[in-house]
């Protein structure tokens, strides 16, 4: 069996991807802009320094900004680019799937 040769762009994306939890975070903010809170919340198990790097690396790659508001206290709200939204309909695929062929126990 012949093994053919990965595009370099979509090992890329699996990478970026296949960090824990990165797309649950993505997931999360499909919903819309969301502060640093209300994502730890929705994702219960995960840890506010791991949430901090994957957002921090998800600004990197493009697929979030961060805004700050100057409230008092400072606001900040994290939400997807277009890049990021881009990624909505492979989202609903997986749902999709999963609600299929996932058992849970």
Avoid: H
Avoid at 60 to 72: C, F, I, N, S, W
Avoid at 94 to 103: L, N
């Amino acid at each position: 069996m012949e093994l053919t040769q990965l595009c370099p762009r979509f090992e890329k994306a699996i990478e970026i991807l296949s960090k824990r939890w990165t797309t649950l975070i993505v997931y999360t903010l499909l919903q819309g802009p969301q502060r640093f809170v209300d994502i730890e919340n929705s994702l219960p198990n995960l840890s506010g320094k791991v949430l901090s790097d994957r957002l921090r690396e998800l600004e990197e790659e493009g697929l979030l900004t961060r805004t700050v508001y100057p409230d008092k206290p400072v606001r900040i709200e994290y939400s997807l680019t277009e890049k990021g939204y881009a990624l909505s309909s492979s989202m609903n695929n997986i749902q999709d799937w999963a609600t299929r062929w996932i058992q849970l126990d």
